[in-house]
């Protein structure tokens, strides 16, 4: 950082230690200085404020009050839509649209309190989603410092001063001082005194609207604003210019206040998203009829953004409804009756040993992910039979969330992988396929398992197909929609999932 010459220094603080008159008035400025150290060469000035400003920053930044008022489903669809378009632009790095969409059919009572009733929804989906809530923290974190850029740009100081007043942050507003009164060369920040809260965030928002000019000749001498290390361990990591440690605190210079708010903004997001989710069960006990389905079409809303935002071409079953559409719920009962032999043995022997070696994992995974099973059902799923035999900490260290992200094509080179097709598993795992790896006498106990009341005219013809090698032919004859219909030639399916496919739809129509 660069001082001025010791010599002209050592001057104007002995001038200005003698009581001649200061750069700043009292009163003229909230940061009065008591020390002549502190003393700008010319007083701070804000530009005028603009209205693109005033209507992309909300009246609360920190949404600590959930909106109040009342208003029908479709408008808090239409906020909640309007806030998902907002926050998909603000991911893009596009200008965040105003943030008053047109009058909701419930009447204009909305009109002021739509951007809280929309981050509010949204709040509550993703309770309902873990992969969803990433992404929503992380937009709601991006549009949140384009808001901030924003009011910066037009030099809109109140609204800074609401958004510092509302953070809650604890900071000490420092400024520079190379010299102490006697000259000599001391290198730290000072606290800038000011007598209240109010006068801190004005004149921190003053500072940080100031013009081009005004932020030149402040140069030797810059404000920054003193936070803790846990606030801003990026700009540690990468060794940040704009940083500066000093007396045991880390102090950030203008050109990094917004990064500090913002990451301010995401931990304060993050710890009210645990609350809420909490919360959620009570909630949705009396209101489980009529938002219910909102809030869970929502949450597979940003989960379905989520896994678009991450770049992989895997998208889960649109709506979250439908026969394609696997919830962890029916897992067992479409396992038992609906689910080809070999994905069923798998689902048997997790629900049994709580435990899957990796070729299991693998194929089950893989099937489930398009059979449509969201990646958090999933996680759940092995979460909760796994954690029966070992610890959260082993859980953790093998690394199984991982794997099943990275077969969603969430991590790693982020490709959407296929589902094996009945030739590999054949050829690279005959042990899961019951028609080639297995005896007969497990086969036939298999298909008695899963299909009671088979006849036993069935059950040899599929053991003389195993024996002949016509596994996929074996596999024809065992599904559900089969029962009552005679049939002798058995269908065959590529993969394990055209077979549940086909059950699936099938058993859709007989009914």
Request: cysteine-free; proline content about 3%.
């Given at each position: 950082m660069n001082a001025r010459p010791f010599k002209r220094r050592r001057e104007e603080n002995a001038e200005l230690a003698e009581g001649q008159e200061a750069v700043f008035a009292e009163g003229e400025h909230p940061l009065v200085p008591h020390r002549p150290k502190c003393v700008l060469p010319t007083p701070l000035t804000a530009r005028g404020s603009s209205s693109r400003a005033a209507a992309t920053t909300p009246a609360d930044w920190w949404y600590r009050v959930p909106a109040a008022g009342s208003c029908d489903l479709e408008s808090i669809e239409q906020c909640c839509i309007h806030r998902i378009d907002t926050l998909r632009n603000a991911a893009k790095f596009k200008t965040p649209p105003r943030e008053t969409p047109s009058e909701p059919a419930g009447g204009g009572a909305l009109r002021d309190a739509d951007d809280g009733v929309g981050h509010w929804m949204l709040r509550l989906a993703a309770g309902l989603s873990n992969e969803g809530v990433r992404w929503w923290v992380d937009t709601e974190t991006e549009l949140f410092g384009r808001r901030v850029d924003s009011a910066v740009e037009d030099g809109d100081t109140q609204a800074l001063v609401r958004m510092i007043q509302g953070s809650r942050l604890r900071y000490t507003m420092c400024q520079y001082q190379p010299f102490d009164a006697y000259g000599r060369a001391v290198n730290t920040f000072v606290p800038v005194p000011c007598d209240s809260e109010q006068d801190s965030a004005v004149a921190l928002a003053k500072i940080w609207v100031a013009d081009e000019t005004v932020r030149a000749e402040a140069d030797d001498m810059p404000f920054a604003m003193g936070v803790g290390f846990e606030l801003i361990p990026t700009l540690l990591r990468r060794r940040d210019n704009n940083v500066i440690l000093s007396g045991g605190a880390a102090h950030?210079?203008?050109?990094?206040?917004?990064?500090?708010f913002k990451a301010?903004?995401?931990?304060?997001?993050?710890?009210?998203?645990?609350?809420?989710?909490?919360?959620?069960?009570?909630?949705l006990e009396t209101e489980v009829?009529?938002?219910g389905p909102v809030l869970r079409a929502l949450a597979h809303t940003l989960e379905r953004e989520a896994v678009a935002s991450a770049g992989t071409t895997w998208r889960p079953p649109a709506g979250g409804v439908g026969p394609l559409f696997l919830p962890r719920a029916e897992l067992d009962d479409r396992a038992a009756t609906l689910f080809p032999p070999c994905m069923a043995a798998i689902i048997h022997d997790l629900r049994k040993s709580h435990h899957l070696k990796?070729?299991?994992?693998?194929?089950?995974?893989?099937?489930?992910?398009?059979?449509?099973?969201t990646i958090d059902d999933q996680t759940a799923l092995y979460e909760e039979e796994y954690l029966k035999v070992m610890t959260r900490d082993v859980f953790d260290k093998k690394r199984y969330v991982y794997s099943i992200r990275h077969l969603y094509g969430l991590e790693g080179k982020r490709h959407d992988r296929e589902p094996y097709s009945c030739r590999q598993i054949a050829k690279d795992y005959r042990s899961k396929c019951p028609f080639v790896g297995w005896d007969d006498d497990s086969?036939?106990?298999l298909v008695r398992r899963l299909r009671p009341g088979v006849d036993e005219a069935t059950l040899q013809s599929v053991l003389e197909l195993k024996r002949n090698g016509h596994y996929r032919a074996a596999c024809g004859l065992t599904p559900p929609a089969e029962r009552g219909e005679d049939r002798d030639d058995p269908v065959t399916y590529?993969?394990?999932?055209?077979?549940?496919?086909?059950?699936?739809?099938?058993?859709?129509?007989?009914?």
């Open positions: 950030v210079l203008r050109a990094r206040w917004s990064h500090a301010h903004f995401r931990q304060t997001l993050q710890g009210e998203v645990v609350v809420t989710g909490r919360l959620l069960p009570t909630l009829d009529r938002l990796h070729e299991s994992r693998l194929l089950l995974t893989l099937f489930l992910k398009r059979a449509g099973m086969a036939a106990g590529e993969t394990p999932n055209t077979y549940y496919e086909a059950a699936v739809y099938s058993a859709a129509l007989n009914s």
